[in-house]
């Protein structure tokens, strides 16, 4: 049926249609009259449907409010009243996608799915959350997320717990947090943006029971509401549900939840921060300088897509000029640029890290120096091309990886929605694309500059400082502040909390009711797919280059790999093979200087990356495949260019460039040190693996904590060491870029491929073709140590355990992946969430045998490491009924039915292809799945007992925390240099 505008349909208003050509669909708003709620509906041809309801939460202080609310509502409603219907759909629903998020300014829950039916059970759960939460039956909702006072009668001691509390510390340890933190706190002084929607851990026990709920009343209603439904679903169906099931309930009501709008400043401001390193840490060049210019209003698209490019002219490439300009200055080490599009007035940033304080006039000077320069001169019109071309291939390839494209348009749709726009506004982009394009005549992006940066006094300056110590004054003020309260406490306030502390684990320790957990609904295992998704790959050779193909719908897009073996470097020279592709097309090469080569890339490629892949082995421990990875795309049309280009790059990269080396060098340490802080589960993780699985032991030397300290020493002692590590770099080049260590990989459509894989016969003649040694190297080392505390200046830690079960004698089987859904969502969850107050923690169970367990953002250290000895009993005592087991079934299949790009499966079929994984292994994994009962799940609890018994341990986290736990481990060291 043809929708009419103005036409009612089940109380919905149809206020606009619209044909969204960029992105295949159709665009429908509505409006729901009784309520007054907001609907988008982007009918597309995807099978991806998302489903998602936002509310406009403008934070009215810094105790986390918007961001506690979140995670409270999920934690049961009216028609779902167990504790956890979250973790019951993660567990068994076909989601593809399922979470919430809290920005500045709204409150998004999304949710997506395949399935039809899935879909519809997804939405109600959600719906039923956000109107009818349990928040007003159980205060210990807020308690348990937010934050309680805890009592322990042994020790006599007050302290404070929560999820978001503890998430928060977490995140308020990174200093590039608590940079973007303290810039919306001094540009916007007067709005909501000042505030932490967050929490800040200070103000978070600010927030009562009382605040919450109110919030809760006026901002969580329908006419607060935006709901947006992409793909091909029905519509009318959808409409009519959710009118009779929610909307019909709700008169519309005036909420005043606008963000008024910042004046700009007169002057400019300067404010500084301090943050916390350990106290062994060196504090030079560590400190981070910013300049941060409130630009524009995004309900202006145009500006809104050309200043995020101006971002990238002017710092986002190798020929950017203001970040050549503040690199060669040496201020500092690493520069990047940031433009932060989700907030009403979107702000333009600048940034340079590991610099010092004295520096902060400078960095202003050059800035604005440079800034003029551009503008009398003009940028480049190579680059500006070039950066044109690479948004736009991104915004037509619309490859958002493992989230649904659905997902992200709904997301890029509030960005002018929220504000009373259009919705479509920034997902309608050739025409804007058009206008930006004048650029390549006219001073376009020069008047931008003017206009927003050099002339704009609705800036701040900020100093990001670091402090040695602050996190152990900041621990011991907390505990002054704890004991004070103590003992102010009388008697009787203390009865009180004990038992209110009683309430709460008797609240979070009963268990959900059969009838409460059978609420949640269920599809059946014949909803799946019995068989694994096959990706389709074709064996063939050029002469005698194994190539594998991919014949995928693409889009006109041409998706090229390229596979080096790496079994001819000795072992001791895998860290300079991670520098050496951390470097490739960096650098410049015979034909073009580094800057002219990043233009040149942008201009004819979607980008061309290189990285180190250890491919393990199916079924065993030991072997692993050590590969070098190019990784290019492009439009079909533009095949030769990019050949051209990775022939350029692999081939003539000038090893020479001192000065330049040692620029990259400096920035990859720096994006290290950032990971350490955002990503320390995978770093601990990564770490503890390489204690006993060479394979892992290669990923920790090119890319880990040994990775780190190579670069870090390199760049201590450049001028001794540059010679030789100039001479190493060019004796692994040889024995990497060899004819018989290549193996190339092509995804693209069908009839195009055999024309597409022809330059790769130009491409041989570029290769060394010598006699190569023929011995293969064994790389079998792993890690001389067992475990290790790892420690640097943070609040928490990331705790992992690691084991081999080949090693211990046992088998792969696709039980595995059930048990892993069993422990992720069950056991760890409650044990290490929800009692021990961490963020997360996870597990995995690969094919050569690796497993391990990790927590993420976690404030114990040696409480965790007990909940993993109590594994393997309580996965002996495992037992459910049918309808649960078929949950985690569902729940595990789901999570390997993730829907993938065309690049995703040419990878993924790859990685099968060197790890020996073939269809037939797929399809027995699948079927041991499907068959999985309760006693298959209970005959790994010897598996986990002899695959952990070796106490492989890393610890990455708080000094103190790991230096009183020494007896654990065989060494401590300081992560950082
Ligand atoms: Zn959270």
Not at 40 to 66: A, E, Q
Not at 304 to 309: F, R
Not at 952 to 961: A, P, S, T
Request: net charge negative; aromatic share 12%; with cysteine.
């Amino acid at each position: 049926m043809e929708l009419q505008k103005n036409e009612k349909y089940y109380g919905f208003l149809l206020q606009e249609k619209r044909e969204m050509k960029d992105i295949n669909g159709t665009g429908y708003l509505f409006l729901h009259e009784k309520s007054g709620a907001k609907l988008f509906y982007l009918s597309t041809r995807d099978d991806n449907k998302v489903f998602s309801v936002s509310f406009r939460t403008p934070p009215l202080d810094s105790s986390g409010l918007p961001h506690i609310l979140e995670h409270s509502v999920l934690c049961g409603s009216k028609k779902y009243p167990l504790k956890d219907p979250f973790v019951e759909l993660a567990k068994g629903s076909m989601n593809t996608f399922l979470n919430a998020m809290t920005f500045s300014d709204k409150t998004m829950y999304p949710v997506a799915s395949r399935n039809q039916q899935d879909f519809l059970n997804l939405m109600d759960v959600y719906l039923d959350s956000v109107f009818y939460p349990n928040i007003y039956r159980y205060p210990e909702i807020l308690q348990q997320e937010g934050w309680h006072y805890v009592w322990d009668e042994d020790k006599g001691q007050l302290s404070i717990k929560g999820v978001v509390f503890n998430e928060m510390k977490g995140a308020f340890s990174s200093p590039e947090q608590m940079l973007f933190r303290k810039t919306q706190e001094s540009l916007f002084p007067d709005n909501p943006y000042g505030n932490e929607s967050g929490g800040d851990p200070n103000h978070i026990p600010e927030l009562t029971q009382d605040k919450f709920l109110k919030y809760h009343q006026e901002y969580y209603h329908p006419s607060n509401a935006y709901f947006y439904i992409y793909g091909d679903g029905d519509i009318l169906n959808h409409l009519e549900y959710i009118d009779e099931e929610y909307l019909s309930k709700f008169t519309a009501i005036d909420i005043d939840s606008a963000i008024c709008w910042q004046n700009a400043f007169e002057e400019p401001v300067e404010q500084s921060i301090k943050y916390p390193v350990s106290s062994e840490e060196n504090t030079e060049d560590k400190t981070y300088l910013s300049l941060n210019f409130v630009a524009g209003d995004s309900r202006n698209p145009e500006l809104h897509l050309s200043m995020d490019m101006l971002n990238h002219l002017l710092l986002g490439t190798s020929a950017a000029p203001l970040k050549k300009k503040l690199i060669q200055s040496e201020i500092g080490k690493d520069v990047f640029g940031y433009y932060d599009s989700s907030i009403q007035q979107p702000v333009f940033g600048i940034v340079v890290k590991n610099s010092n304080e004295e520096s902060v006039n400078q960095f202003a000077e050059i800035v604005f120096e440079t800034l003029q320069e551009v503008v009398e001169n003009g940028f480049d019109k190579k680059l500006i091309e070039s950066v044109i071309n690479s948004f736009e291939f991104k915004l037509r390839e619309a490859d958002f990886g493992r989230y649904p494209k659905g997902l992200m348009y709904g997301m890029k749709m509030m960005e002018s929605w929220l504000y009373d726009a259009d919705p479509y506004l920034h997902l309608e982009f050739t025409p804007v694309l058009k206008k930006i394009k004048k650029s390549l005549e006219e001073p376009y992006f020069e008047n931008l500059i003017q206009k927003y940066l050099m002339n704009n006094t609705h800036r701040s300056l900020i100093k990001v400082i670091p402090e040695p110590g602050l996190n152990e004054a900041k621990e011991e003020a907390f505990a002054r502040e704890m004991e004070e309260l103590r003992d102010r406490m009388t008697g009787k306030e203390k009865e009180s909390l004990i038992r209110n502390n009683e309430r709460l684990l008797n609240w979070q320790n009963e268990k959900a009711t059969k009838e409460e957990i059978e609420t949640i609904p269920l599809l059946s295992i014949d909803d799946l797919d019995p068989e694994p998704e096959q990706i389709p790959i074709e064996l063939s050779n050029l002469g005698q280059v194994p190539v594998l193909r991919h014949p995928l719908f693409t889009n006109n897009i041409v998706y090229t790999n390229l596979y080096f073996d790496l079994k001819h470097l000795d072992s001791d020279q895998m860290p300079a093979a991670g520098l050496l592709v951390s470097m490739m097309g960096k650098l410049s090469t015979d034909q073009h200087h580094y800057e002219d080569l990043s233009n040149e890339i942008n201009l004819h490629t979607g980008g061309i990356g290189f990285s180190l892949e250890g491919f393990p082995q199916n079924g065993d421990s030991m072997e692993y495949e050590p590969k070098l990875q190019i990784k290019a795309r492009a439009l079909t049309s533009k095949n030769h260019e990019m050949w051209r280009l990775i022939e350029e790059i692999s081939q003539g990269t000038k090893w020479t460039e001192k000065k330049r080396m040692r620029e990259v060098i400096r920035e990859i340490k720096s994006r290290l040190e950032m990971s350490m802080l955002q990503e320390g589960h995978l770093v601990s993780v990564k770490r503890a693996l390489s204690y006993l699985s060479p394979a892992s032991q290669f990923l920790e030397a090119t890319s880990g904590i040994q990775f780190y300290h190579y670069i870090a020493d390199l760049d201590e002692n450049f001028e001794e060491q540059f010679e030789t590590f100039v001479e190493t770099l060019k004796e692994i080049h040889g024995k990497i870029f060899h004819i018989n260590n290549l193996t190339a990989s092509f995804t693209a459509d069908e009839k195009d491929l055999d024309e597409l894989q022809k330059p790769l016969l130009g491409f041989f003649d570029s290769l060394h073709q010598n006699e190569l040694e023929e011995v293969l190297k064994n790389f079998r080392s792993t890690n001389p140590w067992k475990n290790e505390g790892l420690y640097l200046s943070s609040d928490v830690q990331y705790v992992a355990k690691a084991g081999n079960l080949l090693q211990s004698g046992y088998n792969y089987a696709g039980s595995l992946q059930v048990l892993k859904t069993i422990i992720s969502l069950d056991y760890l969850w409650k044990k290490i969430r929800v009692t021990g107050g961490a963020y997360g923690a996870m597990s995995g169970f690969q094919r050569n045998g690796n497993m391990f367990f990790v927590s993420y953002r976690d404030p114990n250290l040696e409480e965790t490491l007990k909940v993993y000895d109590g594994l393997a009993s309580y996965v002996s005592n495992f037992s459910v009924d049918d309808r649960e087991m078929t949950k985690y079934i569902i729940g595990t299949l789901s999570r390997m039915d993730t829907p993938l790009t065309p690049a995703m499966k040419s990878e993924k079929a790859d990685g099968y292809y060197f790890s020996a994984v073939s269809q037939e292994d797929l399809v027995k994994e699948r079927q041991e799945i499907l068959s999985t009962t309760p006693e298959t799940i209970t005959t790994l609890a010897e598996m986990i007992t002899e695959s952990m018994k070796d106490e492989y341990i890393c610890v990455l986290g708080n000094e103190n925390r790991i230096k009183n736990a020494q007896g654990i481990f065989q060494r401590l060291i300081p992560v950082l240099r």
